[in-house]
Every structure is written in C-alpha cells, then in structure tokens.
C-alpha cells in the first residue's frame, strides 16, 4: 500500500510539472508572437523543445527565457543587442503619442468650456451691446491662438471657470469708459488669460482705451 501511494503521489507531481510546464510555454509563446508582431526576431532554437521529462528545471529556463526574452531578441538588423534598444524606442514612442493623446483631449475639455463661455456672454447681448461685442473679440482673439497657449491654460479656466463666469456679469453691469468698467474687463481678461506677458496686457489696455 505503501508503495503504490507512493507512486501515486509521484505521478500527481509529474502532472502537476506537466501542466506547469505547459502553462509557462504558452505564455513564452504569446509573448514572442506579441513581439513579433512589433518588428522583434528571435534567434533560431530560441524556444527549446519541450522535453521527454519535465523538471522543475526545465520551468525555470522557459521563465528565465521569458524575463530575457529581449534581450535574446533583435531588431529587423538581427544584430545582438538591438532588441534592448527596440524595446526603449517604442516605449518613447508610445509614451510620446500617450501624451499627444491627452493633449488633445485636454483641449477638447478647454473648448467645451471656452464654447460655454462664448454662449454666456452672447446671452448679455441685447444688455450691453458694445461689453458684448468687446468679450467676444477677447474671447474669440484666445480661441484662435497657438494649440499650445490654449493647452497651457486649459487647467486654470476649467478650475475658475465660475469666476469666469461671474466677470463676464460684473462687465455686462457697467458702460464703456467708467472706471468700473475697466476694471471688471481687465479682472476677465486676467482670468482667461493667466500667464499673459507685460507686452500682451498693454496691447489689451490699448484696445480698451485704457
């Protein structure tokens, strides 16, 4: 009795190597057909053949071939090295194009706000004519700026969007040429527009008559 439970148990760990080993190759495999599929190539006999006997050794060299596996690998040059190297290079680019990704659809967000604040300020229209006409021009002037200025911006008009808002309101109160006035333009434009430099803040004092 002794022996065959013996036996038993062992031919239970051999299964259990079996579908060990069997779990561990297929994933090598997934793995180098993922990268094969990205310009990768892999060395002649780079995946070994699947042993009569299976060990807890042959395990660890499939997952040691696995950790390794670019650098085993190569680029279209087949040179040794260059898979390490493909490797970093697409990852930049994915990095790259992750960022161009939520560029953009940080500036979709900031036209959707900008969009909302043009609709507010038309609304004032038959209010205040010339305040109305005024707002647009500044606003309109921000929308058609560079990409760039407007993504540099978006994070502190979506976060004072609301003060935004209530300086639009301030403006719609008061007439052209008061001081009052003046003032609530230039609160609005200093909120659309943060980091504008000395030379853009005269040019805005200028337009106003200020």
Do not use: W
């Not at 040429?177 to 909120?191: D, E, I, N, S, V």
Request: include cysteine; charged fraction near 30%.
């Amino acid at each position: 009795m002794a022996n065959r439970r013996t036996s038993a148990q062992v031919k239970a760990d051999q299964q259990a190597l079996k579908e060990e080993y069997r779990r561990v190759r297929n994933n090598l495999i997934r793995n180098m057909h993922r990268m094969e599929k990205r310009g990768f190539f892999f060395p002649d006999k780079f995946l070994p053949q699947t042993p009569k006997k299976i060990t807890a050794k042959s395990i660890a060299k499939l997952q040691a071939l696995n950790k390794d596996r670019y650098k085993k690998a190569t680029d279209f040059t087949k040179k040794k090295g260059t898979g390490e190297a493909l490797k970093k290079k697409q990852a930049s680019e994915r990095s790259k194009k992750g960022a161009r990704t939520r560029k953009e659809r940080t500036n979709d967000m900031g036209d959707i706000y900008l969009h909302n604040l043009r609709e507010h300020i038309l609304q004032h229209e038959y209010e205040n004519e010339v305040a109305t006409k005024q707002l647009i021009d500044i606003l309109d002037g921000y929308i058609e700026s560079s990409t760039q200025t407007k993504y540099n911006a978006i994070n502190h008009i979506e976060n004072n969007y609301q003060e935004l808002i209530e300086a639009v309101d301030t403006v719609m109160r008061y007439r052209e040429g008061t001081p009052a006035y003046g003032c609530a333009m230039t609160r609005f434009y200093q909120l659309l527009k943060p980091n504008a430099t000395a030379e853009e803040l005269l040019n805005f004092y200028d337009s106003m008559g200020l």
